[in-house]
Each structure stands twice: as C-alpha cells, then as structure tokens.
C-alpha cells in the first residue's frame, strides 16, 4: 500500500456504518452484532487478500501467476468464477442469517418490508451502484486498461450470475419430486410406495368433479432419481393411474439430506 492510499478493505468498512446504523433502525438490534462481525471480517480479508495489511503486504492474490493469466489471457472467465464464488459465498452466509456488507444490509430490508427475495434484492440494489460506477469510470481518463461501458457490462453479467446462486441456494436445489397419485387402486399403489420404494406418503380424501366418484390421492416425495422407478411401478399396478410430479426445492425430515 503506497502512502496516502486508503484500503479497499477500510474504506469499504467506513461506508458501510451508515447502512450499518439504518440497519439496525429496520431490522433490530439482534441485527446488529452478526452484521457488524461479518462486514469487519469482509473488509479484513479484502485487505489482507490484497497485500494492504501491515507486515502483510507480500500477501496479494492479485499478483499471483494464474489470476494474472487469467486477467489478461480470459477475463470472461476471471469474471464467471467471480460471479459462481460470489453467489455461492453470499447464498451461504444469508442461509445462516449472516450479512457481508452494505448490499446485504439494503438486501434484507427489502426482504423483510417488500418480500423481495436476498438475490433479487442485491441484483436492484447493485445495479444503481454499478450505473453510477461506470459513469464516474468513463469520466476518468485512462482509469482502467478497458472501456468503462465494457466493465459496466461485464459488472452486470457478474451480478446477474451471482444473484441467480443465492436465490438457488436460499431456495434449495430440485434434488426430490412431489408426487399426487390418483388410482382405483390405493392400497396396492399404497404398498408398493411404503414397501418397494421405501419412502412415505399420504392419502388425502378427494373427490373426481368429471365423475363425481370419491377416491383417495396418495401424495409422496422421492429424490429426483427415483421418479422413474416410481412411475413403472404404480403404472405396473394400474396403467390408468394419473400422476402429477412437480419439483421440491427443499425438504427437511427424514430420509432426506439435501447434500446427498
């Protein structure tokens, strides 16, 4: 860090108290000390990744071989992993209610007062914020190796791929299918569902409006690579059963773990 230069790291710290404050105004005080400890420890490790730490300052992951390579040989490339590291990063802390920084803190406040999702959340937010920078950046003579509007444009893409991970993981994955099962046949199809596919289910009292015949649906979640078994079976025991499958994101209980 060369005299007189303020830390990204620092910098980004001080801005961030004011959000910081509004924050707490929103959201309460149990807001406060995860939110304070999480945007600290970011602009730490910005600082200290960047070598602009005391003592520390051989510490730059910018000058290392391959990020050089990459910036300069297939920075289309530095951008996605930025983008996938990101997302998969900020998915994570606000799964566990956590915040990084000034974003995060716009982000919940709009989750908890418009419903707006955290991905979509930051993704407005950010994009006001990367307006503004590529206009200040186009102001400024030789500030960057490449045109202001090529990074604008490239902001957008990083930001539109790392909003898209967060809801992804906020909203889990489609490992399992929803399945509602309408036969004449339920004890059988019943059986074979608790038994053969080892999974379980529930009966829900319905009746058919088309032929004003009460029946049972049989309603049952299995992971997406059982959904083919599944189908053979219960068309195994009755070829006129109707099935609707739909996509689960996330379900917690028994016999499902949703990293495996």
């Known amino acids: 860090m060369t005299a007189g230069k303020v830390p990204i790291g620092l910098l980004m710290w001080f801005l961030n108290i004011p959000l910081f404050?509004?924050?707490?105004?929103?959201?309460g005080k149990s807001f406060?000390?995860?939110?304070?400890?999480?945007?600290?420890?970011?602009?730490?490790?910005?600082?200290?990744?960047?070598?602009?730490?005391?003592?520390?300052?051989?510490?730059?992951i910018q000058d290392t071989?391959?990020?050089?390579?990459?910036l300069k040989n297939d920075f289309l490339f530095t951008i996605v992993i930025g983008a996938v590291l990101l997302g998969v990063g900020l998915g994570i802390i606000f799964k566990f209610k956590g915040m990084t920084d000034g974003s995060d803190i716009v982000a919940s406040i709009m989750n908890k007062k418009y419903g707006i999702k955290p991905g979509q959340a930051i993704m407005i937010t950010d994009f006001f914020v990367i307006t503004l920078a590529g206009f200040i950046i186009g102001f400024m003579d030789h500030a960057t190796h490449r045109p202001a509007l090529t990074l604008t444009f490239y902001a957008f893409f990083l930001l539109f791929v790392s909003a898209k991970i967060i809801d992804t993981i906020l909203d889990g994955f489609d490992y399992a299918r929803m399945a509602y099962i309408i036969s004449d046949k339920c004890n059988e199809i019943t059986e074979l569902v608790l038994k053969d596919i080892g999974r379980g289910a529930t009966a829900?009292?319905?009746?058919?409006?088309?032929?004003?015949t009460d029946r049972e649906v049989i309603m049952t979640v299995v992971p997406v690579k059982e959904v083919g078994k599944l189908t053979e079976k219960v068309k195994e025991v009755d070829a006129d059963a109707f099935i609707i499958i739909s996509?689960?994101?996330?379900?917690?209980?028994?016999?499902?773990?949703?990293?495996f």
Do not use: Q
């Open 21 to 27: 404050i509004w924050g707490i105004k929103e959201l």
């Open 32 to 60: 406060a000390l995860r939110t304070f400890y999480g945007f600290t420890l970011n602009s730490f490790f910005i600082d200290l990744f960047r070598g602009d730490l005391p003592f520390l300052g051989f510490i730059k």
């Open 65 to 70: 071989p391959a990020i050089v390579d990459l």
């Open 204 to 212: 829900f009292k319905s009746r058919g409006l088309y032929t004003n």
């Open 247 to 259: 996509n689960v994101h996330e379900v917690l209980g028994k016999g499902f773990n949703r990293w």
